[in-house]
């Protein structure tokens, strides 16, 4: 008799993916999970969104579902074992330009969550951390939110430790890239075709592949002729610039205990912009202000935001333009304190969005099999701890009814007019002005 009992296969191994192979793992050690990606978990360099030097890891969300569980990934970042080593206290400093701060504040209360955290006028707060961003740009700013229990992770190294952990319960990893979807005569999701040819076969088939995810779907849709298949406007991918300078022994000395700092703006001017502390390494990092689709023909006449092809994204050949948007963070954030800061290392990171920045945890509404779990809108990663527990939620249908209907496949979308951190440029807008000469 043929075994009733669910497999999961996980496609994608960013912290959607880890997080929920994980969370099986712990719940079902007898059952099938397996991770498919195009990179090895322990790979020098990858395209997940989630493998980088750094996250920030906090609480501070003027939306109260979105406080509270990341309270709830929090108290595992400082408590738990596997977590704990990863996980840096730094306090934020969050610069704001609307009522954000007494929000959080208030939410914060709401939850009966006590913590150190307060609304700072703009003279006082010039003079906290030792004046780190005394010439910081204030323009527009209404108060600063210092939260002393925020801080920061880090994040290619808890990713791999989790990832690791997994597979020593029993997931299994296979390092291939994903080209289609499978499915029997009835339509429904049997597993996936890898690049390399090979099958892998499933109960429940849950794609947490992050920027990849339109594509994908565009793909499974031309070759299955199932047109309900497509992400449409549901998922759209985005890029951002970040970049790295190494602090000499006496700079690092100053910025070492530094918080997380954040420059928050209203949707009428654009994202937030970032700058985190210093890694073992000296390295201090920011991300930049522009978000950018990359939209072109994935296919015949079908045109979505993808990254680009190459097999890592092209992600280290960042643009004249894009390096000037990081050398733009470092003058909001240090103004005179950085200003002879080399900028040594670029990377661009690609994450899937949707409208509100909520993510999808939800059946497919095309196909039986099929689970999505991704959309991290770049502000994914802090949720890893608590992520698959969620996507086990839904996996079984037991998900809360304000979390179900948040994260539903189908839904009704805000306009992305109201979101400060929707991609507003064209990555081909944001080239080198000049091309190469051919020689």
């Known amino acids: 008799m043929a075994s009733t009992k669910p497999s999961y296969l996980i496609v994608g191994a960013g912290v959607f993916g880890v997080s929920t192979a994980y969370h099986l793992i712990k719940k079902y050690p007898d059952r099938k999970v397996t991770i498919v990606d195009q990179d090895a978990y322990d790979a020098d360099s990858r395209v997940a969104a989630s493998w980088d030097w750094n996250k920030v890891v906090r609480a501070d969300y003027d939306d109260i579902i979105y406080c509270q569980l990341a309270l709830e990934a929090q108290d595992i970042f400082k408590e738990d074992p596997l977590w704990q ?12 330009r609307s009522d954000y701060a007494q929000d959080v504040i208030d939410n914060y209360k709401k939850l009966g969550r006590a913590a150190d955290l307060q609304s700072v006028p703009i003279e006082e707060a010039k003079k906290l951390f030792g004046g780190l961003f005394e010439d910081a740009n204030y323009d527009g700013a209404k108060s600063v939110l210092v939260n002393k229990t925020s801080g920061w992770a880090d994040a290619g190294d808890a990713l791999r430790a989790v990832t690791k952990w997994s597979l020593e319960k029993g997931v299994k990893y296979v390092a291939e890239k994903v080209d289609s979807l499978d499915f029997d005569k009835s339509g429904q999701c049997t597993g ?113 935001s993808a990254p680009p092809s190459e097999l890592d994204y092209n992600q280290w050949n960042v643009p004249g333009p894009l390096k000037q948007d990081i050398d ?10 950085g200003a002879n800061w080399k ?35 770049f502000h994914g990663y802090k949720f890893f701890p608590v992520l698959g527990k969620y996507v086990i939620q839904m996996l079984e249908d037991d998900l809360a009814p304000e979390l ?36």
Not at 85 to 96: A, D, K
Not at 245 to 262: H, W
Request: hydrophobic share 35%.
């Open 192 to 304: 996936v075709k890898t690049e390399q040819g090979n099958t892998i076969s499933a109960s429940h088939v849950i794609l947490s592949t992050g920027a990849y995810t339109s594509k994908l779907l565009e793909q499974a849709a031309q070759k299955s002729g199932n047109n309900n298949l497509r992400a449409g406007s549901r998922i759209v991918a985005g890029g951002i610039t970040t970049g790295m300078t190494t602090l000499d022994e006496e700079s690092y000395k100053r910025f070492e205990k530094m918080p997380v700092g954040v420059q928050g703006y209203t949707a009428a001017y654009g994202p937030f912009i970032g700058s985190l502390p210093p890694t073992k390494d000296r390295e201090l990092k920011w991300w930049g202000e522009k978000i950018f689709k990359n939209t072109h023909e994935v296919l015949p006449g079908r045109f979505v």
């Open 328 to 337: 733009h963070a470092n003058d909001v954030f240090y103004g005179k304190n």
């Open 343 to 377: 900028m040594e290392k670029h990377r661009i990171c690609w994450d899937a969005f949707t409208t509100s920045s909520d993510f999808i945890i939800s059946p497919h509404a095309g196909a039986k099999g099929l689970y999505v779990a991704t959309c991290g809108s």
């Open 85 to 96: 080593p990863y996980f840096h206290e730094s306090g934020i400093f969050w610069v704001c």
């Open 404 to 439: 179900k209907e948040k994260w539903a496949w189908d839904r009704e979308r805000p306009s992305p007019s109201l979101n400060p951190d929707w991609p507003r440029f064209e990555m081909s807008d944001l080239l080198d002005q000049w091309p190469k000469a051919k020689l």
